[in-house]
Nanobody, 121 residues
Framework: QVQLVESGGGLVQPGGSLRLSCTAS????????MGWYRQAPGKGRELVAT???????RYADSVKGRFTISRDNAKNTAYLQMNSLKPEDTAVYYC???????????????WGQGTQITVSS
């Protein structure tokens, strides 16, 4: 069993900041990429930011310069620091990780339960 548990969502005013955390636990051998995706009402799920185990990052153009992804590999945890939040950032944010379970030969994608972020005055 592998679980991803997210925390840190909520309501924030435009221009404010939030930090999301995602911790992977269970029968984990290795974790490759960890990242965040989001889904706004009526839209598809889109990439927000990812970071490889080698610290290579990737960001959506819409969040570059405002969001920062980081990882603590010793804790199997990824963070998303979100600054200068805008109403269009409102969405459910999902943690994603490519994890190799101890009984598998390759990595598989796992998803967190999602956390709501609402940016509104």
């Amino acid at each position: 069993q592998v679980q991803l548990v997210e925390s840190g969502g909520g309501l924030v005013q435009p221009g404010g900041s939030l930090r999301l955390s995602c911790t992977a636990s269970g029968d984990i051998l290795t974790i490759n990429v960890m990242g965040w995706y989001r889904q706004a009402p009526g839209k598809g799920r889109e990439l927000v930011a990812t970071m490889s185990s080698g610290a290579i990052t990737r960001y959506a153009d819409s969040v570059k310069g405002r969001f920062t992804i980081s990882r603590d590999n010793a804790k199997n945890t990824a963070y998303l620091q979100m600054n200068s939040l805008k109403p269009e950032d409102t969405a459910v944010y999902y943690c994603n990780a490519e994890i190799r379970h101890i009984s598998r030969w390759r990595t598989e994608p796992y998803w967190g339960q999602g956390t709501q972020i609402t940016v509104s005055s």
